[in-house]
């Protein structure tokens, strides 16, 4: 892992594999890095840039907590380009990450060759929500990851019904740490939660879709997990009403978010990747 100094000093840190044309992968909201792990592999003619946000995976923490929030992780973004010396990339925004690139559209469209989008849109359905306010900010309750496996696999066996355990050993390791105490942490800052808290209680919610308007002259791919409780199938119905060029695809037997690694979701990628070359 690499880092940089934000404009307001925190140290973030990013990996940079690759020599291709650039990706930079955007993370869900408390994930970090890992979260493209599995997608990876399948970009090897590609340059690939996973950045850990503020306060997440092995990036500074922000003791002003509100800055957890979508503009400032959106700057940063841009102050890693950069840093990096890109004037563009391909944006591939899991969750909060698609919800940064949505924010990026507006006054730095021409940093975007093209945006993928993973199981996120204009709406966040509320149940979604509710279960992510479920579980920010907390440690679980488990004695160590092999634990944490099959409370996942548990847990989302409505929405990933065929994921081995193995897998979710896998997850549980980029999402958990196993404290020397005894118990797991979680890698990132649990103020994440009253960040989010905070920005519930100061008014209305932006409107996305004036947001994901801007991205009408950027190409642009959207992924849904066909179990998703967070963004529907009408959603992306909509979305491709708005902008009648994206490529979609539906990935069965995932909920939030696909792994990045199943042929559908693949298969839409390799397309805009072609589609931008």
């Not at 890693?80 to 990450?97: P, Y």
């Amino acid at each position: 892992m690499s880092s940089f100094k934000t404009s307001d000093g925190l140290n973030l840190h990013y990996m940079d594999k690759g020599t291709g044309r650039p990706i930079l992968c955007l993370a869900g909201l408390t994930r970090n890095s890992t979260d493209f792990n599995f997608l990876a592999p399948h970009m090897a003619d590609h340059r690939l840039i996973c950045m850990d946000y503020r306060g997440r995976g092995q990036s500074d923490y922000d003791p002003q907590y509100m800055n957890y929030n979508i503009l400032r992780e959106a700057q940063d973004a841009i102050e890693l380009l950069d840093h990096l010396g890109l004037d563009q990339a391909t944006i591939i925004g899991t969750s909060r990450g698609g919800l940064i690139a949505m924010a990026l559209s507006y006054g730095h469209a021409d940093r975007l060759r093209a945006v993928v989008l993973n199981d996120i849109g204009p709406v966040v359905d509320a149940a979604g929500l509710e279960r992510i306010m479920d579980y920010v900010g907390k440690e679980p309750d488990l004695p160590d990851l092999d634990a944490a496996a099959s409370a996942l696999k548990h847990v989302h066996a409505d929405g990933f019904p065929d994921v081995p355990l193995d897998r979710w050993r896998q997850q549980a390791e980029f999402m958990f740490f196993e404290k020397k105490g005894g118990g797991l942490g979680i890698r990132y800052d649990a103020s994440l939660r009253d960040a989010l808290v905070g920005q519930a209680g100061a008014g209305d919610a932006p409107d996305l879709w004036l947001l994901f308007d801007q991205l009408k002259n950027t190409p642009l791919a959207a992924i849904r997990g066909a179990n998703s409780d967070l963004l529907t199938a009408q959603t992306l119905a909509q979305m491709l009403d708005h902008h009648p060029g994206m490529i979609t695809a539906t990935v069965p037997n995932r909920g939030h978010v696909p792994f990045l690694d199943e042929p559908e979701a693949l298969e839409a990628i390799n397309a805009l990747l072609e589609q931008t070359a």
